[in-house]
């Protein structure tokens, strides 16, 4: 069956607003040193797929990931994972918003240690609710909006506005119009979509920027000891505490707690049960950044 060409026209729009953001990312990556991974081939993973796995094993493609010491043979200490999505109705918007979480939090688990930062770039239309959903969840939002875009495209005479009534005619003109631009052109609505996004984009790359360029500022270590004490019932865990001599000698180690805090405010936490591996743990931050063995990278890219 053809695609339908309100269905192309859509899916072009949004292909074209997703990848908005690849020039500023690479020219960040290229200006800190980091490893720009994208949908495509690389050495380091097998297809063009960007496909980093969970805490649960599942694999989720992505579209963009920095990355901390990657080359296009060796897979780096992600540093960001960064989506991109388009919605042309808001009826969408929350579903899609959901859909981030379930695939992006889960990864971002995984390499806690590495406090990875959660990004995301939407372009369309999207409500108020989905955006604050994503925010507060830990995700930085860069918001194209849907008039903007407009706006961009008419700058080489596409109406780039449509609805579930446009005739597929209407789309054909618009893709046959795009066809004929130029490449100066088409870059001029790139260029275009950026200015008059650019307060929300210089937010957004300066976030990112405070994020990479991070410095420790303070370690706190808890030993903590003691036998763990296993009570039936509310009153009886009340009554254990109340009860519980807190000058008496502090008994067997149980594990170290240690917090790292870096000076935009960022935290790590991690609880590790004897003391060579909170070494290996701290001694991975001896340089200000985290830089984690080989063998734990190894599974994480598909």
């Known amino acids: 069956m053809a695609e339908a060409a309100g269905h192309k026209w859509g899916q072009f729009v949004g292909e074209y ?47 963009y990931v920095l990355e901390r010491g990657g080359t296009p043979e060796k897979i780096g200490t992600p540093i960001a994972f960064i989506e991109s999505a388009w919605r042309r109705y808001t009826k969408h918007s929350k579903n899609k ?16 240690f590495s406090a990875p930062l959660l990004r995301r770039v939407l ?19 860069l918001y194209l909006t849907y008039d903007s875009i407009v706006e961009a495209f008419a700058t080489v005479g ?13 789309h054909e003109a618009k893709m046959l ?16 979509l950026m200015e008059l996004n650019q ?25 903590l000891h003691g036998s763990a004490k296993d009570c039936v019932s509310v009153a009886s865990a009340i009554a254990y505490v109340e ?5 008496a000698p502090t008994g067997p180690l149980v594990k170290y707690e240690v917090t790292i805090r870096y000076d935009n405010g960022d935290k790590i936490e991690g609880q590790f049960q004897d003391r060579a591996t909170t070494i290996e743990f701290l001694t991975a931050y001896q340089s200000g950044n985290w830089t984690p063995a080989a063998k734990d990278l190894e599974a994480d890219v598909e």
């Open 158 to 170: 596409i109406d780039a506005r449509y609805d579930e009534a446009t005739p597929d005619k209407d």
């Open 97 to 112: 918003a959901q859909e981030i979480q379930g695939a992006i939090l889960p990864i971002a688990e995984k390499h806690r």
């Open 199 to 223: 307060r929300g984009l210089e937010e957004f790359m300066l976030h990112l920027e405070r994020a990479i360029v991070r410095q420790i500022n303070a370690i706190r270590v808890i030993p």
């Open 243 to 247: 009860k519980y001599d807190e000058a």
């Open 177 to 192: 119009k795009w066809a004929s631009v130029s490449a100066t052109g088409q870059t001029g609505v790139w260029k275009k």
């Open 123 to 141: 372009a369309g239309d999207y409500t108020p609710n989905a955006l604050a959903q994503l925010r507060s969840t830990g995700f930085k939002v």
């Open 17 to 63: 607003c997703e990848s908005a953001i690849e020039p500023q990312l690479q020219a960040f990556a290229d200006k800190h040193g980091l490893f720009l991974d994208k949908k495509g081939p690389r050495p380091a993973r097998s297809g063009k797929k960007l496909r980093w796995v969970d805490t649960f094993g599942n694999g989720h493609d992505l579209d």
